[in-house]
């Protein structure tokens, strides 16, 4: 099994390890330090021995920081943590502080007097980070100091760096070869005047290389830092070992990690990095060696997430092989659930069971949020054996998931009901649906951005007076990360959609201490057919990519029209099309009663 469930961390270790970083700043002469949950590629997931926010706090959240000061530690959290943070940390000790509702920079001024210093590692933030803190803090007269990291000077059993080894991405899955990618690139890059471009971020770099690996749980990625010239030759920095069972390329060269400082100093200039995604001593390394930098997104960032006609077509298999195995746990869920005793651990296991029948599961793509009851209201909810809940008759259960397959990455979220459902459960999972559909069915003009589509999804929620506090929809890679950027469905998203794009459509509604509902599946974006009289403009709309049934019990359908209906019917027809082939006999009647129109 891919999943463990052991608990990671605990509150009750959080005080003596905060006390030790305390007694390591006042040494230092600062009057605080930042713990950010980053590592050195500024990714959203980290190796073990990066997990430095986890091991000093107990939060355990893919998103958040810690600032440390001398009499307060707080704990930035976004809202899908707001209820997990309380469960996970020393209350006594660390204060939740609403994020991004409050900024750093304003309770740093708030809790410091002036003159104060603050601490940070400039490995584990961007220099846009950094200059809008420095930019903030001014007039506080806070200063910001980059320094050795404090947690590592302080945590006696802290995991090596990860040295799994690189494997070569077929060429046919990915419908371009590596040369072809760093040709493009390289093309972009002498357009620009630039000599090169410093990529940090590991899915760009296994892109661009078509390579895959496994340093991250979940992640198929290599760790490692690449400089790009604009001649298309690549200069790599990891562990060398890793790469044995490559063959040579004449354009590659490896490096070992500590030679990455001393090759960024002999660059000339003008070299691209990306101030959103490069650690702030990238730059730190290049002005003291008087290279100019110039400021550029990431050129690897956009196409990769512009899929070619091969990882779509690809990523729509493994979509089908999936959908399969879901409605397989589908199909035991229903006819085991009703015994009673079937606890969240049972289900997640069983899921990632049947997914691994199918032969070719190289991995879960993320841990399975699995939560009945209450525990479905934690957004971002990780079961544990300590808090291993028993499924109950009138709960809904939430279970969030999604596999690693060498030709596509799936994510897929259903709500369930255990027994009768009530009519409030009801109601709500109906809102939830129809802001679904609402995204699902869209049709829009080529420019138009994740946060236009954002309201879709949330208009039936908000003439009920109600809300979800996380997007609508991120981004999703081709055997890469489940969340990938820069494509989302979201407030804060100000990118144009492109045809090719995958996103999640994952509306919700959580009710703290009662329930959860989530209902998701992957979308890509396309040319959209036109209409009979034609349309003014060019216009996009979706493919749906996630084939599972939503559960009829949980519908009001009184209250959706005709046309949501009529999409959920047309939805479920074809999922019963496409998934009847790949199921045994009694999952296939199973199919069809869960498919049947409304």
Same mark, same amino acid.
């Given at each position: ?58 939060? =355990? ?65 961007? #220099? ?49 070869? #590596? ?9 972009? +890059? ?177 841990? =399975? ?43 897929? =979220? ?65 055997? +890469? ?59 996009? #709309? ?48 199973? +199919? ?7």
């Amino acid at each position: 099994m891919f999943q463990t469930y052991s608990a990671t961390s605990s509150p009750d270790q959080g005080p003596p390890r905060l006390a030790s970083l305390r007694a390591a700043l006042a040494r230092s002469g600062l009057s605080g330090f930042l713990v950010p949950r980053a590592d050195v590629h500024q990714g959203e997931y980290v190796a073990p021995r990066d997990e430095r926010l986890a091991w000093l706090t107990g939060f =355990t959240g893919s998103a958040g920081f810690c600032a440390v000061l001398p009499k307060v530690a707080g704990v930035f959290i976004d809202g899908r943590y707001r209820v997990q943070v309380k469960a996970q940390v020393a209350l006594d000790q660390f204060t939740p502080v609403p994020w991004p509702e409050t900024k750093l920079e304003d309770w740093l001024a708030e809790q410091m007097p002036p003159g104060g210093v603050v601490g940070f590692d400039p490995w584990l933030h961007t #220099s846009q980070e950094v200059d809008r803190l420095e930019t903030a803090l001014t007039p506080a007269q806070i200063t910001l100091r980059p320094v050795a990291n404090q947690i590592d000077a302080i945590w006696p059993e802290q995991p090596d760096r990860p040295d799994a080894p690189a494997m070569t991405y077929p060429a046919k899955l990915a419908g371009m070869t #590596s040369g072809q990618k760093r040709a493009d690139i390289a093309q972009a +890059l002498a357009k620009a005047g630039h000599t090169a471009a410093v990529l940090t971020l590991p899915d760009s770099i296994c892109w661009l290389l078509n390579i895959r690996g496994s340093d991250l749980p979940h992640l198929p990625v290599v760790q490692t830092f690449a400089i790009l010239d604009r001649e298309g030759h690549v200069t790599l920095f990891s562990d060398p070992a890793k790469f044995d069972g490559l063959g040579p390329d004449p354009d590659i060269t490896l490096k070992p990690w500590d030679d990455f400082e001393t090759v960024l100093a002999g660059l000339s200039g003008p070299v691209r990095v990306d101030p959103a995604t490069a650690p702030h001593k990238v730059r730190m390394v290049l002005d003291a060696a008087g290279i100019e930098v110039a400021p550029g997104e990431d050129p690897c960032i956009l196409p990769k997430a512009c899929k070619t006609p091969a990882e779509i077509a690809a990523t729509t298999t493994a979509h089908i092989r999936d959908g399969a195995a879901f409605a397989r746990f589908l199909h035991w869920f229903d006819e085991t659930a009703p015994k009673g005793g079937l606890t969240e651990i049972d289900c997640a296991r069983a899921l990632e069971g049947f997914r691994a029948e199918t032969g070719v599961l190289r991995d879960i793509s993320f841990d =399975t949020i699995a939560g009945a009851g209450a525990n479905g209201a934690i957004v971002h909810y990780r079961v544990t054996e300590q808090t291993n809940a028993t499924l109950t008759p009138g709960q809904l259960f939430l279970i969030d998931s999604g596999a690693q397959y060498e030709d596509g990455t799936t994510d897929i =979220t259903r709500t369930l009901p255990v027994g009768e459902p009530g009519d409030e459960e009801k109601t709500a999972f109906t809102q939830v649906l129809r802001g679904m559909i609402a995204v699902s069915r869209a049709r829009f003009p080529k420019g138009i951005a994740g946060r236009d589509l954002d309201s879709l999804a949330r208009a039936p929620l908000w003439s009920a007076g109600r809300d979800f506090d996380h997007g609508t929809g991120h981004g999703v890679g081709v055997y +890469l990360s489940v969340h990938e950027g820069p494509q989302r469905i979201s407030r804060a998203s100000t990118l144009p959609l492109r045809p090719g794009m995958i996103l999640s459509n994952e509306p919700g509604y959580y009710r703290e201490g009662a329930f959860g509902i989530r209902i998701e599946n992957l979308l890509v974006v396309t040319e959209a057919p036109s209409l009979p009289g034609g349309d003014d403009r060019d216009m996009l #709309s979706f493919d749906t990519l996630t084939w599972a049934p939503v559960d009829r019990r949980l519908i009001d359908a009184e209250a959706m029209n005709r046309d949501e209906i009529g999409w959920l019917n047309d939805y479920h027809a074809t999922i019963a099309d496409k998934l009847r082939p790949h199921l045994p006999p009694d999952t296939a009647e199973w +199919l069809a009663r869960a498919t049947a129109p409304l």
